[in-house]
């Protein structure tokens, strides 16, 4: 697999897993939000339907897949019905893939990631959405940054699960 086709999860999320609430995230942090743009611009983002929609429209300088089986063509962004399809095109574009959420599209992807970048929010807020469990010992901290209401953390996964269909070519 070239660096290329390198799988990440990037999230935003508190300590008890929150990701968000009612559709939405629920803060506001500008340097995460800064953090977000710098590592995903130029790249593949894959989102399901409800991020998609919270988000309002295709994220501009990115190749947008939104994986869904009810959602209308949408202008500037490519929807597949699967998972695996929408990893299969992204791969076919030779850039960086980032899963961005929700909770669904983070199941999946935390299966065949290679990197995750976890924003861990200092502060506890209320949600109704949780990133999925997975077990952090799977994962070796390569850096961290600390910012003011958060640590943008960089993990690699320990080892490489072989998952058919997903990490061939």
């Known amino acids: 697999m070239s660096a290329s086709h390198d799988i990440y999860v990037i999230v935003a999320m508190t300590g008890e897993r929150i990701i968000g609430n009612d559709n939405k995230i629920p803060w506001h942090i500008p340097d995460d939000l800064k953090m ?6 130029g790249n593949v983002v894959i989102m399901g339907r409800k991020t998609f929609e919270s988000i309002g429209k295709p994220l501009p300088n990115r190749h947008n897949i939104i994986i869904s089986n009810t959602m209308p063509p949408v202008a500037g962004a490519e929807i597949y019905s699967c998972f695996d399809d929408g990893i299969r095109r992204a791969k076919e574009l030779d850039r960086k893939i980032f899963c961005i959420g929700g909770e669904r599209i983070y199941k999946k992807a935390i299966e ?12 506890n807020y209320d ?4 990133f999925p469990d997975f077990d952090l010992c799977d994962w070796e901290l390569v850096d961290n940054v600390t910012f003011k209401e958060f640590s943008l953390c960089y993990y690699k996964k320990k080892r490489n699960y072989y998952v058919p269909g997903i990490l061939q070519g």
């Open 36 to 41: 977000f743009k710098q590592l995903t611009t």
């Open 127 to 130: 949600g109704d959405t949780k």
């Open 112 to 123: 065949v990631a290679n990197f995750m970048y976890i924003s861990w929010i200092n502060d």
